[in-house]
C-alpha cells in the first residue's frame, strides 16, 4: 500500500507492547533538518505515548543519512540498546548522488539487522521533492517518525521474547 493511502502517524496502542522496560537509541541526520527534527519530534512523541521513559532513549546526531549506519553501529556497541531509530531525508538532486546515498544506506542498515542482534529501523525518507518530505513528516501522509517508533517497540518486543527460545 502506498504511503498516499495510508496515515503513517496511525496506530492501535491495543496492538503495541508496553515500551517501559526498553532502550531505545535514536540516531538522526542533520541534512535536511527543518524534515529530520520533524521526524525525530513524531518518534519521541509516539516512544512516550506508549510507555516509553525519556531516560531510556538516547539520541545521537550524524552530519547526513550516509553516516547513521556508522552512527547505528556504534550505538549497538557502546549504548546497550534494545533498539535503534535511523532518521534521515534524502531528496533527489541534480546528480546520481541521490541513488547512491539511498542505496548505501539500504545495504548499511539491512546489513546491521543481519549482523548484530539489535534490531534497526529505517526511518529514511528517499524523496523525489522537499514537499513530498514534508507530507511524511508530519503533514498530510502522517509522521515516518510515527510509524519508525512504533516498528522499534514491536522489534524490541520480539527480540526480548525470543532471546531464551
Ligand atoms: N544530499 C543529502 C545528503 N548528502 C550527504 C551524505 O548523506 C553524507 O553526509 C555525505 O556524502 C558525506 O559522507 N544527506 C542527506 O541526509 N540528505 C540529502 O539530501
Ligand atoms: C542526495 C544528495 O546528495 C543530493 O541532494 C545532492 O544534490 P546534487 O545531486 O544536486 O549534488
Redesign the pocket.
Known amino acids: 500500500m502506498a504511503t498516499a493511502n495510508k496515515n503513517l502517524s496511525n496506530y492501535d496502542k491495543n496492538t503495541i507492547p508496553n515500551a517501559k522496560n526498553f532502550r531505545f537509541g535514536i540516531v538522526v541526520s542533520e541534512w535536511n533538518d527543518h524534515i529530520t527534527e520533524g521526524l525525530y519530534k513524531g518518534a519521541l512523541e509516539a516512544l512516550l505515548d506508549c510507555g516509553a521513559t525519556k531516560e531510556n532513549i538516547i539520541r545521537w546526531n550524524v552530519p547526513g543519512s550516509f553516516e547513521l549506519v556508522y552512527g547505528a553501529q556504534r550505538m549497538i556497541v557502546t549504548q546497550e540498546v534494545d533498539v535503534v531509530i535511523t532518521i534521515g531525508c534524502?531528496?533527489?538532486?541534480?546528480?546520481?548522488?541521490?541513488e547512491f546515498?539511498?542505496e548505501g544506506v539500504t545495504q548499511g542498515v539491512k546489513d546491521l539487522n543481519v549482523q548484530t542482534d539489535v534490531p534497526v529501523i529505517f526511518c529514511l525518507l528517499t524523496d523525489n521533492n522537499e514537499q513530498q518530505s514534508i507530507d511524511r513528516s508530519g503533514g498530510v501522509h502522517g509522521n515516518k517518525g510515527t510509524e519508525a517508533a512504533i516498528a522499534a517497540i514491536k522489534m524490541a518486543d520480539l527480540r526480548r521474547n525470543s532471546e531464551n527460545k
Do not use: A, L
Open positions: 534524502v531528496i533527489k538532486g541534480e546528480t546520481m548522488h541521490f546515498v539511498c
